[in-house]
C-alpha cells in the first residue's frame, strides 16, 4: 500500500500543472471600436463583456480565450449612432444579443507579444480574426493590450443601408485592454 501511495505522490509532482485561469477586472478593462461615419470619427465602446481566460506564456497550447460580448450595449457619443447599432441592418440584437470571440491558437511574436487567433461570430456568421496583442504579468495581475481591424461587409453589417460605404466606413478598428486576476 506504501508503494501506491508513493507512486501516486510522485505521479503528482511529475504532472505538469494546467495553465492559469484569469478573471477580468471589468472596471480596469476596456472593448472599444472606431470607425468613420459620415466622414467624421465615431468611437464606441462595449461596456459589457465577459471572458473565460486559460493563460501561461510557457503553455500556450493550452491557452484558451472565449469572450462574449452584449452587443446590445453598445455606444458611442452620437445619438444616431447609437439608435441605428441595435438595429437589424447593424448589431440586429433581437436576433443574436452577442458577439463570441473564441481562440485556442496563440503564438509567442517576441517576449511580452503575442498572436491570438480565433473566431469572430457576430450576427449568426463566423469569420476568423487575427488578434496582436502584449501581455505583462506581474504576480498574480495581468494586463494585456490588443488591437485588430475588422471589415464590416466580412459580418453583412450596414449592407441594406450602406452596401458601398458611402457613409459608414468598413474598416472597423477594435481595441482590446483587460486587466485580469489570477484564480486561485
Request: charged share 20%; glycine share 8%; hydrophobic share 45%.
Amino acid at each position: 500500500m506504501m508503494h501506491l501511495a508513493r507512486l501516486l505522490v510522485a505521479f503528482a509532482v511529475a504532472a505538469p500543472a494546467a495553465a492559469s485561469s484569469w478573471a477580468v477586472v471589468p472596471a480596469q478593462s476596456s472593448l472599444t471600436f472606431a470607425s468613420k461615419w459620415n466622414g467624421a470619427d465615431i468611437e464606441g465602446r462595449f461596456p459589457k463583456f465577459t471572458a473565460n481566460i486559460l493563460f501561461d506564456p510557457a503553455k500556450l497550447a493550452e491557452a484558451r480565450v472565449d469572450a462574449v460580448i452584449d452587443l446590445s450595449a453598445a455606444t458611442t457619443g452620437d445619438k444616431t449612432v447609437n439608435g441605428s447599432l441595435p438595429g437589424s441592418d447593424w448589431f440586429d440584437v433581437k436576433k443574436v444579443p452577442t458577439a463570441r470571440f473564441q481562440a485556442a491558437s496563440f503564438t509567442q511574436v517576441k517576449p511580452g507579444q503575442y498572436l491570438a487567433k480565433g473566431t469572430l461570430s457576430m450576427r449568426g456568421v463566423s469569420v476568423p480574426v487575427s488578434l496582436p496583442f502584449t501581455l505583462a504579468i506581474n504576480g498574480n495581475t495581468a494586463v494585456m493590450t490588443g488591437q485588430t481591424v475588422l471589415d464590416r461587409r466580412s459580418f453583412k453589417i450596414g449592407m441594406e443601408s450602406d452596401a458601398e460605404g458611402a457613409w459608414v466606413g468598413f474598416p472597423v478598428p477594435v481595441k482590446v485592454k483587460i486587466t485580469a486576476v489570477r484564480k486561485p
